[in-house]
């Protein structure tokens, strides 16, 4: 089955860095685009950023510049370099991907940016 399992959510200051993960399994995973979202206390689902299999990468203008989404697949995962992080980026972030027409999502990873 599909599974996704996120890592690398910690607490960092404002301006820091961090590297967060999407192990995936159970599909193919060079054939499909992934995304990374993110739901901050309070607020809605947020999309963050998404790859496609063809290597197109599109961004949310609240991180553009500031993050970077990247993919190794021979190790079927998917990353989210974050860079400049403010404190409005602290959430708890997911990784999702469709598979024939199916919804999935990891757990999620949680992130925490102090001033």
């Known amino acids: 089955q599909v599974q996704l399992v996120e890592s690398g959510g910690d607490t960092v200051q404002a301006g820091g860095s961090l590297r967060l993960s999407c192990a995936a399994s159970g599909f193919a995973f060079s054939d499909y685009a992934l995304t990374w979202y993110r739901e901050a206390p309070g607020k809605g689902r947020e999309w963050v950023a998404h790859i496609g299999n063809n290597g197109y990468i599109s961004y949310a203008d609240s991180v553009k510049g500031r993050f970077s989404i990247s993919r190794e697949d021979a190790k079927n995962t998917m990353y989210l370099q974050m860079d400049a992080v403010k404190v409005e980026d602290s959430a708890v972030y997911y990784c999702?991907?469709?598979?024939?027409?199916?919804?999935?999502w990891g757990q999620g990873t949680q992130v925490t940016v102090s001033a």
């Open positions: 999702y991907v469709l598979v024939r027409g199916d919804s999935y």
